[in-house]
């Protein structure tokens, strides 16, 4: 297993030299060609081994990594939540440049033939792992895609004015950009950017959520408004 995963993951540091400003760490693609945030293609992978045959599953997702906001959310909560985060189980009617076997939890499977041979299912999302380096170039393709059509990368400020992405969704769950850890990082961003009464508004029974609010979180966001609202007005910019 150990073998089959460091396979993989050197594949995938090839894969990334193919595309400007990509790199491939800590099982995430990642760009860091904006100072202000990290652009990150993750593909959630997963490894194991059943008899003598090694499995890849794939449960791929984009996310934003913006240095302020996370560093104000860790600063207030104790710990950090990403600024933006999309699963492509989320938005397969988006996944254009993915096969449709790869547009839902795809398992790879070195030997697929022995395997179905042997007594194991056929399944139509598993396939032999000799697909896989074809896959997880798409889905890096795919995951820049989504980037460039669903956010503003001109400037730091322009990026999170226009933050949540608008995407169509094709999960049961719905758009949850507002729902849960996502809502209370859009409270945080409007705080970033000197929007204070989202974050009362957003607690208060008036607006309604899907899911439950994480009201713990909103408190804590809301015992620091004094403190950030001060450094607003004196400084333009917010700090706890």
């Known amino acids: 297993m150990a073998t089959l995963k460091g396979e993989v993951l050197t594949l995938c540091k090839e894969i990334a030299k193919k595309f400007e400003n990509w790199e491939f760490s800590s099982e995430q693609f990642k760009n860091k060609s904006l100072k202000h945030t990290t652009l990150i293609v993750g593909l959630g992978l997963g490894f194991r081994r059943v008899g003598s045959r090694g499995e890849v599953t794939v449960f791929p997702s984009v996310y934003l990594n913006n240095k302020k906001t996370m560093s104000l959310c860790k600063k207030i909560l104790g710990r950090p939540i990403y600024t933006s985060g999309v699963f492509f189980e989320e938005i397969r009617c988006e996944l254009t440049m993915l096969p449709e076997f790869a547009e839902y939890t795809p398992c790879f499977i070195q030997d697929r033939v022995g395997f179905i041979h042997d007594g194991g299912p056929d399944e139509p999302y598993w396939r032999d792992i000799s697909e ?109």
């Not at 896989?132 to 956010?151: A, D, K, N, T």
Request: with cysteine.
């Open 132 to 240: 896989l380096p074809s896959v997880i170039e798409r889905f890096l393709m795919q995951g820049i895609s989504f980037f460039e059509r669903h956010y503003d990368f001109s400037s730091e400020k322009n990026m999170l004015e226009f933050l949540p992405a608008k995407y169509k969704v094709s999960s049961s769950g719905g758009y949850r950009e507002y729902e849960q850890s996502q809502g209370v990082m859009l409270c945080i961003i409007h705080c970033i950017l000197g929007d204070f009464e989202f974050v009362r508004r957003y607690r208060s029974d008036e607006y309604k959520a899907v899911f439950p609010k994480k009201t713990d979180d909103l408190d804590k966001i809301i015992e620091c408004l004094p403190q950030m609202e001060k450094s607003w007005r004196e400084k333009g910019y917010v700090s706890v």
